[in-house]
């Protein structure tokens, strides 16, 4: 009866578990914990490849200091992870602990990861307070991990294809219709326009059925 009653809530709600295991850091904001992929809620570190800036010391690697030093502190422990979603890529997002204190809050309040106000207001006062401390990435001048993303997405929009099997450019120029292989000279250059007829190929056969001719170079 007890069961019954637990599946007719999980219909009518959202049910979500515990996960526990020793944890890896992916990144400033995700681990894998046992053998799930938790996205930490409420919480946004940046990109490993982005840079911050220092008033003295310059550019800096910013996003891989972050994922190291959380390397640093958390890798291997055994973390309890509080479920409260499951993002579009299939990953748990969620509140993690170790040995009871909350690894989110300590992120943000360490100064190594923004609060996510989008998902949460959580962490609102721990990042208020690390801006004022002066802490970690607040010793910086940082984008917001949000907007680098954005820019690095409309960075690659036309030059990287959004099928992974179909990577060939049919670009058009003044010498004609053109499509470009990964080997040919111009390929990495070549960005594709779809909103001016340019499109991508997922074989050569294609391609010259579609009336593109091979690039030269």
């Known amino acids: 009866m007890l ?8 219909l009518a ?8 295991g020793p ?3 992916v ?31 310059g550019e800096w690697a910013c996003g891989a200091f972050v994922r190291d030093e959380l390397r640093d502190r958390f890798e291997g422990q055994i973390a309890t992870c509080e ?7 299939g990953r748990i997002v969620g509140r993690c602990f170790i040995d009871g204190r909350n690894v989110n809050e300590i ?5 190594l990861a923004e609060a996510y106000r989008q998902y949460s207001m959580d962490y609102d006062l721990a990042e208020k307070a690390a801006q004022v401390r002066g802490v970690g990435l607040w010793s910086s001048d ?7 993303r954005a820019e690095q ?40 326009n779809e909103a001016n007829g340019e499109r991508w190929f997922c074989s050569e056969a294609e391609a010259r059925a579609a009336g593109w001719r091979a690039a030269r170079n």
Not at 3 to 10: A, D, K, N
Not at 107 to 111: C, E, K, L, M, R
Not at 165 to 181: D, E, L, Q, V
């Open 153 to 192: 997405r409309t960075a690659g929009e036309g030059f990287v294809s959004p099928n992974s099997s179909c990577i060939i450019k049919g670009n058009i120029s003044g010498s004609g219709r053109i499509y470009h292989m990964p080997h040919n000279g111009d390929y990495d250059n070549t960005r594709i």
């Open 27 to 57: 990144d400033g904001d995700t681990f894998h914990v046992g053998d799930a992929r938790v996205r930490l809620h409420g919480i946004d570190a940046p990109e490993v490849d982005q840079t911050c800036t220092h008033p003295q010391r």
């Open 3 to 10: 069961r019954i009653t637990y599946l007719l809530l999980c």
């Open 142 to 148: 940082m984008q917001t991990p949000a907007e680098f």
């Open 107 to 111: 992120i943000v309040s360490d100064g």
């Open 23 to 25: 944890v890896h850091v």
């Open 83 to 89: 479920e409260v979603d499951v993002d579009r890529y």
């Open 13 to 20: 709600t959202p049910c979500f578990a515990d996960v526990q």
